[in-house]
């Protein structure tokens, strides 16, 4: 009896070690907690113009990011370029291989060396930037990206969040308005 519990321990602690590095980053999920937007140096709505992911090796590794461009349309908060490179750590789930673009988002960034990202949770492990010549986007450890679909009253209330009002409920995940719509002639 004893014997098969070792053998499972050690099937579990063998299929662990062999699973990508991002896999094991997080213990748990955090949650996405809109009040992180007051950490952000920068607030932009506007396309998606480039997406790059750039990986060192064949195995995905904790020192993979990837290059937002952002076309930008509108500042909530900060200053930016018409034009802003923003470097996306993510460690809780990989940065994709590919993002729509041309697609309206609202995306928070903030300084490398700055105050930093958000911290909760059991697995609040922030990594060091990735390019300290540019912005990162906004993400607590574990928990979803700061990268937001566009929806005019998203950019509404996030503008109030700002200024410290009080905002209703309102799914930032779908603006509000729109469940994600799925275009597969717009992939990079």
Request: include cysteine; aromatic fraction near 6%; proline fraction near 7%.
């Amino acid at each position: 009896m004893l014997d098969k519990v070792i053998r499972r321990c050690a099937m579990v602690f063998i299929g662990l070690a062999a699973m990508p590095d991002t896999a094991l980053a997080c213990i748990d999920i955090a949650p996405f907690e809109i009040s992180d937007i007051s950490s952000a140096d920068l607030v932009v709505a506007g396309e998606l113009a480039a997406y790059a992911k750039v990986s060192h090796g064949g195995r995905r590794g904790l020192s993979d990011y990837a290059i937002l461009t952002v076309r930008v349309q509108s500042t909530l908060k900060g200053e930016a370029p018409r034009m802003v490179q923003l470097t996306w750590d993510n460690s809780t789930f990989s940065e994709p291989e590919m993002m729509v673009l041309g697609e309206k988002v609202i995306v928070a960034a903030v300084r490398p060396g700055g105050a930093g990202l958000p911290l909760r949770g059991p697995s609040a492990t922030v990594l060091s930037a990735p390019r300290p010549d540019k912005m990162q986007v906004l993400q607590a450890p574990c928990a979803p990206a700061f990268i937001l679909p566009y929806s005019a009253q998203s950019e509404k209330n996030l503008r109030a969040i700002l200024r410290g009002e009080p905002v209703g409920e309102f799914n930032f995940h779908t603006g509000g308005e729109r469940l994600y719509k799925f275009d597969s002639s717009r992939w990079l």
